[in-house]
Nanobody, 121 residues
Framework: VQLQASGGGSVQPGGSLRLSCRAPGRVASRYAVGWFRQFPGKGRTFVAGITWHGITESEDSVRGRFAVSAGNYDDTVVLEMRGLRPEDTAVYYC????????????????WGQGTQVTVSS
């Protein structure tokens, strides 16, 4: 599966951004898609993810601010980010695996390209 991420950019603290990940065959092939972020000099960490049938999970620090979603028959997974903070600045990646549990554990089958999110005043 070739994932294609888009969105990102620069925003002031408190602002919002929307990331999209095109995940061909997400529903038909029944796989989960997640978002990770990577801070400079660090590894990639799980942010939020969604199963093929719409169950979502998110990491504690973003819960209530970030929301992951996808249409029932839509292969695009969206990460809506609100209330952005400077500490959210990172490169964001989408990724896929058979189950959301595997995504959360970092057992990834495919990665999309990274997209930079910068939050600063």
């Amino acid at each position: 599966v070739q994932l294609q991420a888009s969105g990102g950019g620069s925003v002031q603290p408190g602002g919002s951004l929307r990331l999209s990940c095109r995940a061909p065959g997400r529903v038909a092939s029944r796989y989960a898609v997640g978002w990770f972020r990577q801070f400079p000099g660090k590894g990639r960490t799980f942010v939020a993810g969604i199963t093929w049938h719409g169950i979502t999970e998110s990491e504690d620090s973003v819960r209530g601010r970030f929301a992951v979603s996808a249409g029932n028959y839509d292969d695009t997974v969206v990460l809506e980010m609100r209330g952005l903070r400077p500490e959210d600045t990172a490169v964001y990646y989408c990724a896929s695996a058979k189950t959301l549990g595997q995504v959360q554990q970092g057992s990834i089958d495919s990665w999309g390209q990274g997209t930079q999110v910068t939050v600063s005043s």
